[in-house]
């Protein structure tokens, strides 16, 4: 069973990326992987910011993703960037913090004039960080996100496209090729 850490990017508790990020997060748990959900706004700013991995919540927050086989990163648009928040974080990782694994580069905002951030800002960060198959990121409008009887929920129009790449990053994973099954 592979194991996944799902990591969301944004500073607010109420955002539209986290809910990405449990909704890719449920999408991997149901296709049979064992799935955590790391809000990088949870960490303590200070140790996040001077990149103190002897703090615990960051020693523990790196050892998450040096044990997942694939990571998927939720980032939302500032700027025609993804958030200084995420890059703190993966600022903080090893050189080769992403070595081996796949990634999934997933990405919201107001506009799809911002969807070249997943490959021109991201992708490279990752690249340098050793990922070992980066997968198609996918970019969600903010007003497709929504909840819905309390829940995550996103129109068809952006959740197909959402299916689509976590089927590709499932397939690229180490382990789990055959896990088969959830109808979504």
Same mark, same amino acid.
């Given at each position: 069973?592979? !194991?996944?850490?799902?990591?969301?990017?944004?500073? !607010?508790?109420?955002?539209?990326?986290?809910?990405?990020?449990?909704?890719?997060?449920?999408?991997?748990?149901? =296709?049979?992987?064992?799935?955590?959900?790391?809000?990088?706004? *949870?960490?303590?700013?200070?140790? #996040?910011?001077?990149?103190?991995? *002897? /703090?615990?919540?960051?020693? #523990?927050?790196?050892?998450?993703?040096?044990?997942?086989?694939?990571?998927?990163?939720?980032?939302?648009?500032? &700027?025609?960037?993804? !958030?200084?928040?995420? &890059? !703190?974080?993966?600022?903080?990782?090893?050189?080769?913090? #992403?070595?081996? &694994?796949?990634?999934?580069?997933?990405?919201?905002?107001? *506009?799809?004039?911002?969807?070249?951030?997943?490959?021109?800002?991201?992708?490279?960060?990752? /690249?340098?960080?050793?990922?070992?198959?980066?997968?198609?990121?996918?970019?969600?409008?903010?007003?497709?996100?929504? #909840? &819905?009887?309390?829940?995550?929920?996103? +129109?068809? =129009?952006?959740?197909?496209?959402?299916?689509?790449?976590? =089927?590709?990053? +499932?397939?690229?994973?180490?382990?789990?090729?055959?896990?088969?099954?959830?109808?979504?």
């Amino acid at each position: 069973m592979p !194991s996944i850490l799902v990591i969301s990017g944004s500073p !607010s508790p109420a955002s539209r990326t986290e809910r990405i990020g449990d909704i890719a997060a449920r999408w991997l748990t149901d =296709e049979g992987c064992r799935t955590e959900h790391l809000r990088v706004r *949870s960490l303590p700013a200070g140790p #996040l910011l001077s990149a103190d991995v *002897s /703090h615990p919540a960051i020693a #523990l927050a790196a050892g998450q993703v040096a044990r997942a086989d694939g990571v998927v990163l939720a980032t939302p648009t500032y &700027k025609a960037s993804f !958030s200084g928040l995420l &890059k !703190s974080f993966l600022d903080l990782l090893p050189q080769f913090g #992403l070595d081996g &694994k796949a990634v999934l580069p997933l990405a919201t905002g107001g *506009s799809l004039a911002h969807v070249l951030v997943l490959d021109y800002a991201l992708r490279p960060v990752l /690249h340098s960080l050793g990922a070992r198959h980066v997968v198609q990121g996918h970019f969600v409008l903010d007003q497709h996100v929504e #909840l &819905k009887d309390g829940r995550p929920w996103i +129109r068809p =129009e952006s959740r197909a496209g959402l299916d689509a790449v976590l =089927e590709q990053f +499932r397939a690229a994973l180490p382990a789990g090729r055959s896990v088969t099954g959830a109808v979504h």
